[in-house]
């Protein structure tokens, strides 16, 4: 069994008639547009729009008031992986590589990856130090550039042991 891949969250209501408003995960609304029902039929996507502002604003057949909506905040929609696209070489789901063990070129076993951000250039790896350090910080965050990340596969992340460095 897979598990689902997240594309959007309901981060509150939109207006007073049960829209929500929502933080895309995917490649915009287009990639969301492509799926009526989430979280295994429990959500239905009615109609769905861009909100300007890299998010979009949906009405789901659950919502019809603004209190059902704020309701839904928090929550995930999420759909089953083969419901997605294949991908190419080189490409990946985020949900693929979280929680992935993290190692370095030299065999050092570094951490785990918390999580996968995007501030505008490239995809920026967290990677939750394991053992966590007495002092310092307990994460730390590397490109997903091919001088940083080596490699992947479903066993593992490799990264430089020059971006594994306090």
């Known amino acids: 069994m897979t598990k689902p891949v997240t594309l959007a969250a309901i981060i509150g209501a939109h207006g007073v008639a049960?829209?929500?408003?929502?933080?895309?995960?995917?490649?915009g609304v287009a990639a969301l547009l492509r799926h009526k029902s989430f979280n295994?039929?429990?959500?239905?996507?009615?109609k769905l729009r861009d909100?300007?502002?890299g998010g979009a604003i949906a009405r789901l057949a659950q919502s019809a008031s603004r209190g059902d909506a704020e309701k839904l905040r928090g929550t995930t929609l999420n759909v089953p992986r083969e419901a997605l696209p294949s991908l190419a070489e080189g490409e990946f789901y985020h949900a693929d590589l979280l929680g992935l063990p993290v190692v370095t070129d030299a065999g050092e076993t570094v951490g785990t990856v918390l999580a996968i951000e995007n501030f505008g250039a490239t995809d920026i790896i967290e990677?939750?130090?394991?053992?966590?350090p007495a002092k310092g910080p307990k994460t730390f965050?590397?490109?997903?550039?091919?001088?940083?990340?080596?490699?992947?596969?479903?066993?593992?992340l490799v990264i430089g042991a020059a971006f594994a460095e306090d």
């Open 18 to 27: 049960g829209e929500v408003r929502l933080k895309l995960f995917g490649e």
């Open 40 to 46: 295994d039929g429990a959500l239905t996507l009615l």
């Open 51 to 53: 909100d300007g502002k």
């Open 127 to 132: 990677i939750i130090r394991d053992p966590a």
């Open 141 to 156: 965050m590397v490109p997903m550039i091919p001088a940083a990340v080596l490699g992947w596969d479903e066993e593992r």
